[in-house]
């Protein structure tokens, strides 16, 4: 059931576009997904600020009720578009109800104002986001039916068959974030067979959160036509199997600095005292994955460590030894809104 045919199509789009930009808004919807829908632009546009507010029937993504649906789509970001190439473009928009508050899936809007606050501290981070294949019928992607892969070892890193799957699509992935813009830093396959990584970073305050959220876009995006589902549930089969985080390494100027690792154990000091509120923004259905064991920390309780994977936040080893770097925050759930993740580590260590 070939629904895509690039063969077909590649006529179509070699056709010039009389002058005019596509532009491909794209927003996070009731449920922690992502839409998307295009319109055409007169001519590219110089900035953000030359770019329309849109709107949109909220009733249908979960954001609105239907007597009152009218979402608007304010312009935050622009990347350059991979699929349209050329001139086209991808927007990333903020959602704002009908009275002009932020909808309640917007948390770039609360983030942006923490970030803002924190900005002279100059607040780095880079997440490195899990996630998992599936094919249409939701089998684990390469997984045998009506059976199981061997056990957890050869998979992580792994290369040959029986080994890693969908390897096209990560590789069409990687390249489409360079060609879009986004600060995507290297990719892996994981420990559990059809589970990838790829990391982005580091990205400075409030663009960390823009970065991944199209990343994921273009993630979900190409995955389509390969007509592949990508899960970030963080865990998406039980049993022996690892689940899927978003680790969220973190920095400020003081902490990258000589003798920045006192400002390191100052910030852990800090996130220990307010492990529960961390976790109640760290991602649905996160306990299942937060078990102690599959390299995680249980999720009851707060710890630390240099080099220690099993750990709630670790000091990587290099970081200890030269005295200065970034902490790496291991609990973050897959599946997690990055800009609530963010905010409220900067709210915790910096404000
Ligand atoms: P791991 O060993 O935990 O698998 P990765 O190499 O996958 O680590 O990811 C490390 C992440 O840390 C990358 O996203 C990188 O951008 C980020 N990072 C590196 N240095 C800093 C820093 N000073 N501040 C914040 N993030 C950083
Ligand atoms: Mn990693
Ligand atoms: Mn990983
Ligand atoms: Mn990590």
């Known amino acids: 059931m070939a629904l895509s045919r690039p063969d077909l199509l590649a006529p179509y789009l070699s056709l010039d ?28 546009p110089k900035d953000i600020s030359e770019l329309r507010i849109w709107d949109f029937d909220g009733s249908s993504t979960n954001q609105a009720p239907g007597h009152d649906s009218d979402v608007y789509l304010r312009p935050a970001a622009i990347f350059r578009d991979p699929f349209r190439r050329g001139d086209n473009i991808l927007v990333l928009a903020e959602t704002y109800n009908n009275d002009g508050t932020p909808n309640a899936t917007n948390h770039r809007h609360f983030a942006k104002k923490v970030m803002d606050q924190a900005k002279d501290t100059i607040p780095w981070f880079g997440l490195e986001q899990e996630y998992t294949l599936f094919d249409v019928d939701d089998h684990p992607l390469g997984w045998p039916k009506g059976g199981f892969p061997g056990p957890q070892g050869p998979y992580y890193c792994g290369v ?101 690792i006192a400002a390191i154990d100052e910030a852990i000091e800090k996130l220990s005292k307010r492990h529960h509120e961390h976790i109640a923004v760290y991602g649905d259905d996160n306990e299942l994955r937060l078990s102690g064991r599959h390299e995680t920390a249980h999720i009851g309780a707060f710890s630390s460590g240099v080099a220690n994977r099993g750990a709630s936040v670790r000091i990587p080893r290099q970081v200890a030894a030269q005295g200065f770097g970034y902490l790496e925050d291991r609990r973050p759930a897959s599946n997690i809104d990055p800009y609530r993740v963010t905010g409220i580590i900067v709210e915790t260590v910096l404000l």
Request: one cysteine or more; a positive charge.
């Open 17 to 44: 576009q009389g002058g005019k930009i596509q532009a491909e808004y794209v927003w996070i919807d009731g449920d922690n997904g992502l839409r998307s829908k295009t319109t055409t632009l007169p001519k590219v």
């Open 160 to 260: 040959g068959a029986g080994k890693v799957f969908a390897r096209d699509l990560i590789e069409a992935h990687y390249r489409a974030c360079l060609y879009a813009g986004v600060k995507i830093s290297g990719i892996n396959a994981e420990v559990m067979p059809a589970q990838w990584e790829f990391q982005v970073g580091p990205c400075e305050g409030i663009e960390m959160g823009d970065h991944l959220w199209i990343a994921r876009f273009l993630l979900v995006r190409i995955a389509e036509q390969f007509n592949v589902k990508v899960s970030f549930h963080p865990k998406p089969l039980q049993g022996d199997w690892n689940g899927a985080g978003c680790h969220t390494n973190f920095s400020t100027k003081a902490m990258r600095e000589k003798g920045g």
